[in-house]
């Protein structure tokens, strides 16, 4: 059974650092991996998508990496914002067509 | 504007009560998932439907059924309510081949 772990569970950092999420999950053999954001009492908004055969994805400030033969992808922020205080989940889907295997989620918050 | 709509956005019950949660879908989309979201446990699926016609238990199934209508949409019912399902809910679907997920903006449920 796919288990996917995040780390830390809570994180507080100030406003203009660079910071990394962490995640790892038991089954290396994963179809992709995709982090989301969810703020406080709302959905999930999807961040970045990074398939099986690749090794990272960019979108602004943010960076994700992954290494499926260890298990792992981290979230990188760059120069972080009180905006990006969230939620930000992990999840990976092991094949084609199986839901989506959550962690439980790092709470982010970035402090002016 | 295009996407999941859940419904109701807020319910209390008391225990023993019945319920459906609504979830519909635009975007003529295959699969459809229902998660819960405890606090500390991230996002557990419940039920999910690859195609209309077809259902599939999650990890957490018991104390609930579903229902795919039709292609846009799919219900979660509860026939007992009881306080260990106090959550909130999240409806997600996703297009055939496609690898984005989008999610609904969540039933908070409160059985007392």
Excluded at chain 2, 58 to 75: A, C, D, I
């Amino acid at each position: 059974k796919q288990e996917v772990t995040q780390i830390p569970a809570a994180l507080s950092v100030p406003e203009g650092e660079n910071l990394v999420l962490n995640c790892s999950f038991t089954d290396s053999a994963i179809y992709n991996l995709q982090w989301f954001r969810q703020d406080p009492g709302k959905g999930l908004t999807s961040l970045l998508l990074i398939q099986s055969s690749q090794r990272e994805q960019t979108s602004g400030r943010l960076n994700a990496s992954l290494d499926k033969s260890s298990g792992r992808s981290t979230l990188y922020i760059a120069a972080s914002q009180p905006g990006d205080s969230a939620t930000y989940l992990c999840a990976v889907r092991v094949a084609g067509n199986t839901p989506l295997v959550f962690g439980k989620g790092t709470r982010l918050s970035v402090i002016a | 504007n295009a996407g999941v709509t859940q419904t109701p956005k807020f319910q209390v019950l008391k225990t023993g009560q019945s319920m459906t949660l609504q979830c519909a879908q635009d975007m003529n989309h295959n699969s459809m998932y229902w998660y819960r979201q405890d606090p500390g446990m991230g996002l557990r699926l419940i039920y999910y439907s690859a195609s209309e016609g077809t259902t599939d238990k999650g990890e957490v199934p018991n104390g609930y059924n579903v229902s795919r209508l039709n292609k846009r949409e799919f219900s979660l019912r509860l026939e007992s309510a009881a306080p260990s399902q106090t959550s909130v809910y999240f409806c997600a679907s996703r297009a055939e081949g496609a690898d984005g997920y989008t999610f609904g903006s969540g039933t908070r449920l409160t059985v007392v």
